[in-house]
Each structure stands twice: as structure tokens, then as C-alpha cells.
């Protein structure tokens, strides 16, 4: 007796395995595709029909009944049969599998779907959805296919299930992933566009801010939201840029100077990335003048750890040069200085012998002379230079012109105005480098009242600057395509208009202006004309046209004069 019931059972156990194994084979092979979706389902029937316990088969004929009533909205028996049918699989799936975060969440889109077309429904679908969301892991892909379904149904969602979707979305970007965020975005797009929704959901990282501006800004859509979400990147980039620079300057205190280096690099990064959108938007996120003293501070972080790594005054990426063009706090210049004289680098030191030459120190004793106010002794060094029979190779003229500026500037600072425009007119070298010794000079001769003097120097300032008409010549300007344009001014406030061709007609391009890195226009520019207003640096500007969305042909630009001309103290 015993002997026939082990039989019986190995016999039922061979069965089942048997049955086990064809419906294994048998939904491997609906996966692989069948002739076309009718033959799916037969497929995944007769793999049921051989053993009903499989809870992945079920799945696969909810789905396949799912697609099957999507692809049938016309037809309205067809469609509520198949949604039906969909319900069911689900379900059963879920009653073999109750752990199945997908489970929950198609029978979840199953249910929602026969609530929109007003069918009887055996479930709640927010509650199926909320079961994904409690059985799957943080910011899981389950996660994103719940956020987008709840977005497509948005309109209709009573509070507390958008509460719940925020929930969900917040998870689902919390990993800062820029392509799971335009996939959402291009839904939430579709439907209902719930610009305070989405907002809430982003996390506060300013890539994915600046994804969320440019896909405002492609798609046309709300000018002054990707403004404010370029705003606050910004503000996230300059908190991050001041963490860089205090974790620089405790990397050089502890002679750690490659990474003081590194960390003042990536500070001046995130600088450069800000354009100061709060300009725009009219709100001050951003202290100019905290700004200003945070780049200043990472330029001299930089030609600190450049100068501790070769001792020598070669500044080959400029830092030394930018840190000085900054800096007018006559005691942190003090503070340099010492810095330099402990490493022998100014006067007679022992490492005089390796400064690159004797008059880039020069330049840069005087450079620290005049910002401590020492005039005097830099117009006595400038009688002894003149009085000396010096040879300038060609490679100290920028370190001697400097030289002779900077004694000019002294001069005009002691009220010494002949001799500061002996200075100036020696300094004064051929063609547009010498722009800056002209304003000198117009500044000078403005002192002295002497009219004639000045007319001449403005009629030479004139003759220098751009053109009140730039050809563009057709130019084309795309997204990522910047266009770079030099404006030589004299610094009065000028209006441009850029004036071009939307090859693309339809939607007007979003179109944006930057003036030596701040951005001064944007706006969605129609009618073939941009107009800019801004206020230029006396001298060589850089005047940047990039498209945020859409594409242009350039045909000129042209400014005009937006006050009347400065008086002579300018």
C-alpha cells in the first residue's frame, strides 16, 4: 500500500513538473512573439489551461488584454471585453503573487481606465497604485511608471491622490536622472501643464532645473517659469562655488596646493555657468557685490597654489593678472605682497633668477604700489626708468607699456597732469591695444580743459570702436550654436538690435543675449528683431547671441547711442 502511494505521488509530481516545464516553454515562447497577437494569447491560454498556478502568465495575458483594449478605443464592446479581461489576469496574477509592485501597478492603470470611461469598477485604482509604491525600492523605475500615469490623469485627481502623486514624483527624481525627468516632462506636457506640480516634485539640483528651463524653453512654453528655474540653479551654483572655495582655501593652508588648485578651478566653473537670470526676473538671489568677492577670492586661491607650485611669477592662465584686476583693498593687497617677498619672488630675493624677466616684476611691484596708494614712489621709479638707457625686447613691451600706464595713472593721481600725459603718450602703442591709454588721455586733457586736445583723442576713441552697422551676413544661429560678436565701446548705454530671419515659420524662436557673460535679453522673438539695451565696459566687450529654442538666420546688428554722450569727466 505504501509502495503504490509513493508511486501515485512520484507520477504526480512528474505531472506537475511536466506541466511546470510547457508553461515555462510556452511563455518564453509568447515573450519571444508569436505570429501576431491573437496566437500570443493562445499561446499564453494553452500555457494557463497546462498549469494555472504561474502568476508571470497571468501577467502576460493581463497585458496582452490591456494592449488589446487600447488598441480598440473605437470600438466600445471590444474595448470594456478586453479591459475586463485585463482586471481579471491581473488580479489572479496578484492572488498567486500578492509582492508584485507591476502587478499593482497595471492592474492600478486597468482599473483607471474603466473609471474614465465610466465602467463598472471592482477596485479603487489610487489604492493598487499606492501598494506599487509602498512594495517597490526608492526611485525604482515602478516609481516613474506610476508618476506618469497619475500625471496623464491629472485634471481629474482629487487632492489627496495628487498629494500622493507629488509623493511619487519627488521619489522618482530624486535620483537626478535628466532623461527620466523628460520623460515625465513631455507627459506632463500633454496634460494639463501643472507648472506649481512639477516644480514641487524637482529636487533641488540645478541640472535638473536647467533640464526642466530648456524644455520650457524648446517647447515654447512659460517664459518667466524658466527663468526663475534658471534663477534658482544659479543660487545652487553659487552655494556650491563657496563650498568649493572654503574647502580650497583649507586645502592650501594644510600645502595641499594641487587640490586647492583643483577645488579653485571647479569654483570658478560654477561661477562661470551663472548668468545672473535673477536680473530678469527681478529678484536678488545672488549678492553681486558676495559675487565679486567670491571670484576674487578663488583668482587669488589660484595664483597662490600656481606660485607655491613653480615659483616663479608666470601666469600662463591669467590668474595673477585677474586676481590684481579685482582686488582694491589697499590691506589684502599688502597681505599678497608679503606673500610674494617670503618667496623671494619681488626685488633682490634669492630666486630673482628665476623671474621670468625683470619687467614683469616691475609691473607687478608697481601694480601693488599704486593699489596701496604709493604714487609717489612709482612716479620716482618712472624718472629713473626714463633716465636709463633701457633696451625693451619685444617680449617686455606689454610689461613696459603696463609700467609707463601705471606711472601715468600716479601722475594724474598727485594732480601732476603734463606729466601724466607724457606717460600716457609713451605708453600709447599703435592700433586698438592702445584703446585703454586713449580713454587715459581723454580723461587727462578733460582735466586740463583742453578742447582741441580732447576732440582729437575722441576722434581717435571713435575711429576704434564698432561700427554703428554689423553685416551678419546670414549667419545662421542654433541651439547650441552661440554666436560671439566683440563690441569695442566707450562705455555709454547703447540699445542693439539684432535683426534676422526665422527660417522655421510658426512658434517664435526663444532667443537670449549675454554681455561679457550676463545675460541681458531673453525673450521669444518675433517679428524678425531682438532689441537689447545695455550698458558696455568702457573698451572690448563680448556680446553673446545663443538660441534657446528654434533657429534664426542672422542679417545685421545695429546700435545706437540709448542716452546722450557722457560729459568730459567720464
Known amino acids: 500500500m505504501k509502495k503504490a502511494v509513493l508511486v501515485l505521488a512520484l507520477a504526480a509530481l512528474a505531472v506537475i513538473q511536466s506541466a511546470l516545464y510547457w508553461n ?12 501576431n497577437p491573437v496566437d500570443t494569447v493562445r499561446v499564453l491560454e494553452r500555457a494557463a489551461r497546462i498549469f494555472p498556478w504561474n502568476d508571470e502568465v497571468e501577467f502576460a495575458l493581463g497585458k496582452a488584454a490591456f494592449e488589446r483594449a487600447t488598441e480598440s478605443l473605437g470600438s466600445a464592446p471590444v474595448r470594456d471585453a478586453a479591459l475586463g479581461a485585463s482586471v481579471r489576469h491581473f488580479s489572479r496574477a496578484l492572488s498567486l503573487n500578492p509582492g508584485s509592485a507591476a502587478g499593482h501597478v497595471h492592474l492600478a492603470q486597468s482599473l483607471q481606465y474603466m ?40 485634471e481629474s485627481l482629487r487632492p489627496e491622490e495628487k498629494s500622493f502623486g507629488l509623493e511619487i514624483l519627488r521619489k522618482t527624481l530624486a535620483g537626478k536622472n535628466e532623461a527620466r525627468l523628460l520623460d515625465i516632462l513631455e507627459i506632463w506636457n500633454l496634460h494639463g501643464r501643472d507648472y506649481a506640480a512639477i516644480e514641487q ?5 540645478p541640472g535638473m532645473l536647467r533640464a526642466y528651463a530648456e524644455f520650457i ?23 556650491e562655488a563657496r563650498n568649493e572655495l572654503e574647502l580650497g582655501q583649507r586645502k592650501f593652508d594644510y600645502l595641499d596646493t594641487e587640490e586647492a588648485g583643483a577645488r579653485g578651478s571647479s569654483c570658478l566653473k560654477r561661477l562661470d555657468s551663472i548668468h545672473f537670470y535673477q536680473d530678469l526676473v527681478g529678484e536678488e538671489l545672488i549678492s553681486p557685490k558676495e559675487s565679486a568677492q567670491v571670484r576674487k577670492a578663488a583668482y587669488l586661491l589660484l595664483a597662490k597654489a600656481q606660485i607655491d607650485q613653480t615659483r616663479t611669477l608666470a601666469d600662463p592662465d591669467g590668474f595673477l593678472a585677474a586676481y590684481l584686476a579685482l582686488e582694491d583693498q589697499p590691506l589684502a593687497v599688502g597681505e599678497f605682497e608679503k606673500f610674494l617677498s617670503e618667496r623671494g619672488l619681488l626685488g ?9 624677466t625683470d619687467l614683469r616684476v616691475m609691473a607687478l611691484e608697481l601694480e601693488l604700489d599704486f593699489k596701496q596708494n604709493r604714487y609717489r614712489d612709482i612716479t620716482r621709479m618712472g624718472e629713473t626708468l626714463e633716465k636709463s638707457p633701457l633696451i625693451i625686447p619685444e617680449a617686455g613691451r606689454p610689461f613696459y607699456t603696463r609700467i609707463l600706464g601705471l606711472v601715468g595713472d600716479s601722475y594724474l593721481k598727485l594732480d601732476y597732469l603734463y606729466e601724466a600725459e607724457k606717460s600716457y603718450l609713451k605708453a600709447l602703442p599703435a592700433g ?11 580723461r587727462c586733457y578733460a582735466r586740463l580743459n583742453d578742447d582741441t586736445k580732447l576732440a582729437g583723442i575722441r576722434r581717435r576713441i571713435g575711429a576704434l570702436l564698432t561700427p554703428p552697422v554689423i553685416a551678419m551676413g546670414g549667419r545662421p544661429l542654433e541651439k547650441g550654436r552661440p554666436v560671439e560678436i566683440p563690441l569695442v565701446c566707450d562705455g555709454r548705454a547703447l540699445t542693439l538690435t539684432v535683426m534676422f530671419e526665422n527660417p522655421a515659420p510658426g512658434r517664435p524662436p526663444l532667443l537670449r543675449a549675454l554681455l561679457n557673460g550676463r545675460v541681458v535679453q531673453e525673450n521669444y522673438a518675433g517679428g524678425g528683431t531682438m532689441t537689447i539695451p545695455v550698458t558696455p565696459a568702457a573698451g572690448v566687450n563680448s556680446l553673446v547671441l545663443d538660441s534657446a529654442g528654434g533657429a534664426v538666420t542672422l542679417i545685421r546688428l545695429e546700435h545706437r547711442a540709448a542716452v546722450r554722450p557722457a560729459g568730459p569727466g567720464r
Open 24 to 35: 515555462i516553454h510556452l511563455l518564453y515562447r509568447a515573450k519571444a512573439g508569436a505570429a
Open 115 to 154: 473609471s474614465y470611461l465610466g465602467l463598472p469598477v471592482p477596485g479603487a485604482y489610487f489604492d493598487e497604485y499606492k501598494k506599487a509604491a509602498s512594495l517597490t525600492g526608492h526611485n525604482s523605475q515602478v516609481y516613474a511608471e506610476v508618476g506618469k500615469v497619475l500625471l496623464a490623469g491629472w
Open 217 to 239: 524653453g524648446d517647447k515654447g512654453l512659460s517664459l518667466e517659469i524658466r527663468q526663475k528655474a534658471l534663477a534658482r540653479a544659479e543660487l545652487l551654483d553659487f552655494s
Open 432 to 442: 586698438r591695444d592702445g584703446l585703454d591709454d586713449l580713454f587715459r588721455l581723454e
Open 348 to 356: 633682490g630675493g634669492p630666486d630673482a633668477s628665476s623671474r621670468p
Open 201 to 205: 516634485a524637482l529636487p533641488e539640483d
